[in-house]
DNA sequence: GTCCGGCCTTACTAACCAGA
DNA sequence: TCTGGTTAGTAAGGCCGGAC
């Protein structure tokens, strides 16, 4: 590496983007024993390409998760390839998976015996651990040690996957020799440390959390336990202790609460009296403690009203609810509709069972008895949601019925989907909790298919990838895609007789997700995407169609609304979404970020939580950060590893974790942005082959363009890349045309520098593609940047 | 066991701001 | 005017539990 760094900085010197070039192919092919290899197709589609183009004198494989494997070129399209990577081994996964299943299933009856015995034994387990549970502590504290792979100390009854994670240590988590890039799209599965909000770490132990929470508590006498659970035996109080974080920072808070020994009124106070300490709400990055904070410097606790344990009543108020009378959260109600049949049976049950409103079908009202619809259709007549998209809606949304009436009148309706085996009887192939049964559910499906038509876990694909080869596609869907999932939506709302809002609707109506005709609009919508889950489309759509979505910046009417809303409702998010008229996680994101931070925390000289990071708060945070993945054995340079929520409690709450999120992105840029670095940029953005091909830029991951030596935050390459069409292409909107700006920026970077600046349709003096090292910003030609990197003038250059 | 949505965390982007 | 820094808004990742 240090001879990369070596070549790499001659190369800057030299300035020439053929110097460059080379250079970089000299520590790209350094970079072989350690780079992961991007998928072999997409490898061999760019390879293709850069052949085909003559034009780049290099290229190289970015992070995967599947292997190294990489492939030098040289300036003659020579072609190098160094394979050193278990590439080869995996792709011969399938095909020795496939004949042990030519054996006559033979070996599949022996997987099934012996997933079954698995099953058995774990079940067992789990029962004596209960056993045990029941007068042990659930969640224990862990210490730095045990979180850092003492594994001995963390087998006894750690079976949960966090725990297993932990317990397989460093090995588990990427380790320093890996590189530093990493995409999204191969995410590991993290440790699943418990990050208390306090900054100490906790892991469960195993068993159902709900049961456990209810009983572990330290702060909950059991009597009100035992009445708890008998008057909410499903209720989401369970859920609402399930989170280690709150139970941590519930224990560690103690000293600072007003009243820890009487948690039974805390937990039914929920207006503002009390100040709740142990949110149910882990997103809160510090609320728990500003909250604490807050009471200790003698905050009014009638804004502190931060229900911690709101879920424990959650169950009676929902039965003592009234109607949903301002109509605009229907959508909320749609997407919780499922929850909300449980809490209406069970409202039922105990005789506060409310009145089934009217059903409204497609304009005309009927006495609809179905609850399930009736807060969802009758609202939407009440008031219009904001569109989606310059997305109109109507202000009657149809029903279920008159959905699949539509659907089965059309002459075409026929084909409503395939009839699937959804709620069908269980079978042995069903059970996919060991990746054994997941790759045996899977296998003989083609994998577009097994991305269509089933609904795996994010954990079972990653099985499958390793398994069977399975590719597919995570992180940020681009506009190409959108494109092609609302071809496929117009395409069967053409097909089933539905319009485009109907089609739409379809999504989020509840009812729907017991219909055919529901899983044949996600099918159709993933085949559109090739790559992409099901499970992601849902997702995706889900949230990008959503009639609240994009609802803009909030008013200062609504900011009050949601404060008032959190004073009277705590964090029940829909409730406070009904009333604020924003998304629930509108709300619970604007509260998290902003609104508890500045009412919990007043200005003043001790808290600080906006504005310029200080030198001092700089060190801090990266002592803390260090420290942090110290612990958990965490490559400090991988920021999607590192739990900021952790990070930011450990730095007292000054700072919420996207503020700090943020400010480490720009803290690992390598130094500052120069002229050598925009041909780096257009460089790594040609090798973007399917980006270029699509003409789309929103394909690329800019994370993905980053090396080991050549790492700038997002933005900066966004920023960069803004400034180089504005300039030399007096195009404003970077995201179009993205293809032939490329081109043509590419085709300035054999220009002289004079020359190209005397192209430059916008002025920007000292500036120009590939004309070397720019004017530093701070003033100085030459000098070191923030990484201790010599910089050279770029008059050097040419 | 499967499907689905809830919930929390992380990641990214647009807009804004202040200083050179 | 340009630049880096910061904030606010939004999308995505992934785990979990309820309903069926």
Same mark, same amino acid.
């Given at each position: 590496?240090? #001879? ?89 996964? @399938?095909? &020795? ?19 079954? =015995? ?22 224990? @504290?862990? /210490? ?20 297993? #994670? ?33 900054? !100490? ?8 959390? &709900? ?34 974080? $709150? *139970?941590?920072?519930? *224990? ?17 106070? =929920? ?7 142990? !949110? ?22 009638? =804004? ?36 909300? *049949? ?31 619809? $009736? ?8 008031? $219009? ?25 059309? @002459? ?18 069903? &059970? ?51 494109e092609h999932i609302e071809n496929a939506l117009l395409e069967f709302g053409e097909e089933h007789g539905l319009n485009r809002d109907q089609t739409i609707d379809l999504m989020f109506n509840a009812e729907a997700t017991k219909s055919e005709l529901f899983g044949s609009l ?26 609240? #979505? ?24 829909? &409730? ?19 609104? /508890?931070?500045?009412?919990?925390? @007043? ?35 991988? *920021? ?113 520098a004079e020359e190209r600046n005397k192209r430059a349709l916008r002025s920007s003096p000292g500036r120009g593609v590939g004309s070397g090292r720019g004017k530093s910003r701070k003033g100085t030609t030459k000098g070191l940047d923030k990484k201790g990197v010599d910089t ?7």
């Amino acid at each position: 590496m240090e #001879a990369q760094a070596a070549t790499t900085q001659k190369m800057r010197k030299k300035g020439s983007l053929e110097s460059m070039a080379s250079g970089l192919t000299v520590g790209m092919a350094m970079e072989k024993s350690t780079n992961d290899a991007e998928p072999s197709k997409k490898k061999k589609k760019r390879k293709d390409k850069n052949k085909q183009d003559g034009e780049l004198s290099f290229t190289t494989d970015r992070d995967s998760d599947r292997g190294a494997r990489h492939i030098v070129w040289d300036n003659a399209g020579n072609e190098a390839v160094q394979d050193n990577s278990p590439e080869s081994s995996r792709s011969a996964i @399938p095909s &020795a998976f496939g004949q042990a299943r030519d054996d006559d299933g033979v070996e599949e009856k022996r997987q099934k015996r012996l997933e079954k =015995k698995r099953r058995k034994e774990q079940k067992r387990q789990e029962r004596e651990m209960a056993a045990q549970a029941d007068s042990a502590s659930v969640y224990e @504290p862990l /210490t730095a040690a045990q979180a850092s792979g003492d594994a001995d100390s963390q087998r006894s009854g750690a079976t949960t996957q966090g725990a297993q #994670a932990v317990e397989q240590g460093p090995s588990s988590i990427p380790g320093p020799s890996q590189t530093s890039r990493e995409s999204p799209k191969k995410k590991k599965k993290k440790p699943k440390i418990n990050h208390a909000e306090d900054g !100490s770490l906790y892991r469960s132990n195993g068993l159902g959390q &709900a049961h456990l929470s209810s009983q572990q508590d330290p702060a909950i006498e059991d009597d009100e336990l035992a009445e708890d659970e008998l008057s909410h035996p499903q209720s989401e109080t369970v859920r609402s202790f399930s989170h280690a974080p $709150e *139970r941590s920072t519930t *224990r560690q808070a103690e000293p600072l609460s007003t009243s820890p020994s009487k948690p039974k009124e805390k937990r039914k106070s =929920k207006k503002g009296s009390q100040v709740e300490v142990g !949110s149910d709400h882990a997103s809160q990055e510090g609320a728990s403690s500003a909250a604490v904070t807050a009471v200790n410097a003698g905050a009014s606790p009638q =804004k502190l009203s931060v229900s911690s344990h709101q879920g424990i009543d959650k169950g009676k108020k929902r039965a003592a609810e009234p109607e949903d009378v301002d109509g605009i959260d229907s959508w909320q109600n749609a997407e919780n509709s499922s929850r909300k *049949r449980g809490r209406k049976k069970r409202a039922a049950d105990e005789g506060h069972g409310e009145a089934a409103p009217a059903q409204i079908v497609l304009g005309q009202t009927t006495s609809n008895t179905d609850p399930t619809l $009736e807060e969802h259709e009758i609202n939407e007549t009440e008031e $219009e949601p904001i569109s989606s998209k310059g997305r109109s809606r109507k202000s009657v949304v149809p029903s279920l019925a008159a959905l699949t009436q539509i659907a089965q009148s059309n @002459p075409s309706g026929s084909s409503v989907g395939r009839k699937t085996t959804r709620r069908g009887p269980r079978n042995e192939t069903n &059970a996919l909790h060991s990746k054994e049964a997941t790759i045996a559910d899977a296998y003989g499906l083609r994998h577009e298919d097994i991305l269509v038509e089933k609904l795996y876990q994010p954990h079972q694909l990653r099985w499958l990838a390793e398994g069977i080869g399975l590719e597919y596609k995570l992180g940020a869907f681009s506009k190409t895609e959108d494109e092609h999932i609302e071809n496929a939506l117009l395409e069967f709302g053409e097909e089933h007789g539905l319009n485009r809002d109907q089609t739409i609707d379809l999504m989020f109506n509840a009812e729907a997700t017991k219909s055919e005709l529901f899983g044949s609009l996600f099918r159709a919508a993933t085949r559109s995407v090739p790559g992409r889950s099901n499970r992601h489309v849902r997702k995706h759509l889900q949230t990008i169609y959503h009639p609240l #979505a994009h609802a803009g910046p909030w008013t200062q009417e609504q900011t009050e609304a949601l404060q008032q809303a959190v004073a009277s409702h705590g964090q029940d998010w829909v &409730a406070v979404a009904k009333v604020v008229g924003r998304r629930r996680d509108d709300c619970r994101v604007r509260w998290r970020d902003q609104l /508890t931070l500045k009412t919990t925390r @007043p200005d003043s000289a001790v808290v600080k939580n906006k504005g310029t990071w200080t030198e001092a708060e700089m060190e801090k945070l990266r002592n803390v950060i260090e420290e942090v993945c110290r612990e958990l054995s965490i490559d400090i340079e991988k *920021r999607e590893s590192i739990p900021w929520t952790t990070v930011s409690a450990r730095l007292g709450g000054e700072r919420n974790a996207n503020q700090i999120y943020q400010k480490w992105c720009v803290m690992l840029d390598k130094g500052l942005w120069n002229e050598s670095d925009d041909f780096m940029l257009l460089q790594r953005m040609s090798e973007q082959t399917e980006a270029v091909e699509n003409d789309d830029i929103t394909m690329i991951v800019l994370r993905d363009l980053q090396t080991d030596q050549w790492r700038f935050s997002p933005k900066t390459m966004r920023r960069n890349w803004q400034k180089l069409v504005k300039k030399f292409l007096d195009v404003d909107n970077y995201k179009t045309n993205f293809a032939a700006n490329l081109a043509k920026l590419n085709g300035l970077r054999h220009l002289s520098a004079e020359e190209r600046n005397k192209r430059a349709l916008r002025s920007s003096p000292g500036r120009g593609v590939g004309s070397g090292r720019g004017k530093s910003r701070k003033g100085t030609t030459k000098g070191l940047d923030k990484k201790g990197v010599d910089t050279i003038d770029s008059d050097e250059e040419v």
